[in-house]
């Protein structure tokens, strides 16, 4: 069952199915059922398996189609997780509570975790993680290139404790340290 992504996500997410997609989910579990409901043989249990993963597979098929095939309502969701990120990183929410969490963006979109990372990932190639991680670069170039604050100061405003491991984020980000990235604006 780990194999199928889907099982992880919550209500919000619905399998989008075509009457063609949802008429053969019908069929199969209309075949389960027939089978259940007729003489129990030495091969029921077997044909009741291989149905039950056939509607799977088929399950998995569906769930990895709509990615593609919904582009326009998932720019919805990029929309929205834009909006969100800059909402976080322009308030001083960011200084008392630190980064935003995965769960904290997808409970915010009325999502799984699971399926915003999924999304993402289709759509982008990046994790929800890697668009926070984005977004504040993002954040403290800005910062490091219009005002004199230290590093260890812009390191607080971005919620780390310790600038060490700002300045270490920011260098893995942007092959440059913090002072190096600002004395380029010099």
Known sequence: MKKYDFFDYS?????????KEETTLIDLMQNIQQEYHSNI?????????SQLELMLNY????????FITRKITNHHILDRLEDILIAYFNSDTLAKKGLPTVQYIADTLNVSASYLSGLLKMLTGQSTQQHIHNKLIEKAK???STTD?????????LGFEHSQSFS???????????????????
Do not use: C, G, M
């Open 41 to 49: 043989d030495k091969f029921s249990q077997d044909i009741i398996i």
């Open 168 to 186: 270490k984020l920011f260098k893995t980000k942007t092959n440059f340290s913090p002072l190096e990235f600002r004395q380029s604006f010099n």
């Open 11 to 19: 209500v919000n997410e619905a399998l989008f199915l075509s009457e």
């Open 59 to 66: 399950a998995d098929r569906f769930y990895h189609r709509q």
């Open 149 to 157: 604050l230290s590093v260890s100061e812009i390191a607080y405003e």
């Open 142 to 144: 800005e910062k490091l």
